[in-house]
């Protein structure tokens, strides 16, 4: 069955540094998506990046990117020049190709803090 | 694109009694999801449709649930007798069957059952 894990409950990162967060995934799927959302205090799930299992580069956007190794199965959000409104919950999530309808499983996230 | 829109934002009821929420996806989205989210924990899949169809539904969706999506476009999701462990975010989100691949995710109906 297929399974996210995250297993930084919460981390730290000073303002302007760059922050890894951690997401391994199962899946006996060959052709899978990776998907990366924050989740503010405000409850709004906004999507950030997408993985593709077959894409050859690790995927970038601004100041996200997402580190995919594939033989490990993990795709890990890096985060560069973090910013204060940065903090946030962060969730990995997963789409197998096999499923019909599209949907993500999610990972239990990992929240996110900012500091000055 | 006015994005997913839930209403209402908060719901609070008590412990018997039953809820509504509903679901206004993007309006060329063919798909709609709703998903359960307890605090601190990810989102977890409900049910899905496909225009009209309800296609998929989770073991989580108990019988006391019961969502529709009468003509393809708003959905609705009702709890009956509602009980305190249906305290939750409840999110629904949209995408395109044919152009997306990402979900659209609304900003959640939070309920509380006292």
């Known amino acids: 069955a297929q399974k996210i894990t995250q297993t930084q409950p919460g981390m730290f990162v000073q303002e302007k540094e760059a922050v890894t967060l951690d997401c391994t995934y199962d899946?006996?799927?060959?052709?899978?998506?990776l998907f990366w959302y924050k989740q503010p205090s405000s409850g709004e799930m906004i999507f950030l990046i997408y993985?593709?299992?077959?894409?050859?580069q690790n995927a970038t956007e601004g100041r996200y990117s997402l580190n995919f190794q594939k033989a490990r199965k993990s795709a890990n959000l890096v985060i560069s020049a973090s910013q204060l409104g940065d903090s946030a919950m962060y969730f990995c999530?997963?789409?197998?190709?096999?499923?019909?309808?599209?949907?993500?499983?999610f990972g239990q996230g990992t929240t996110l803090q900012v500091k000055p | 694109d006015t994005g997913v829109s839930q209403d209402p934002r908060h719901k609070i009821t008590k412990r018997g009694q039953n809820v509504t929420f509903r679901c206004d996806p993007i309006?060329?989205?063919?798909?709609l999801y709703w998903y359960r989210q307890t605090l601190g924990q990810g989102p977890e899949f409900l049910t899905y449709?496909?225009?009209?169809?309800?296609?998929?539904k989770s073991r989580l969706l108990s019988d006391r649930f019961s969502a529709e999506r009468p003509k393809g476009s708003f959905s609705t999701l009702e709890i009956q007798r509602t009980e305190q462990g249906d305290s939750a975010m409840y999110l629904c989100?949209?995408?395109?069957?044919?152009?997306?691949?990402?979900?659209?995710f609304g900003n959640g109906t939070r309920l509380t059952v006292t």
């Open positions: 449709f496909q225009n009209e169809a309800q296609l998929e």
């Open positions: 999530a997963m789409r197998e190709a096999t499923s019909n309808t599209g949907k993500l499983i």
């Open positions: 993985q593709g299992s077959y894409d050859q």
């Open positions: 309006s060329e989205h063919n798909r």
């Open positions: 899946t006996s799927d060959p052709s899978y998506g």
């Open positions: 989100a949209s995408s395109s069957q044919t152009t997306g691949t990402v979900l659209h």
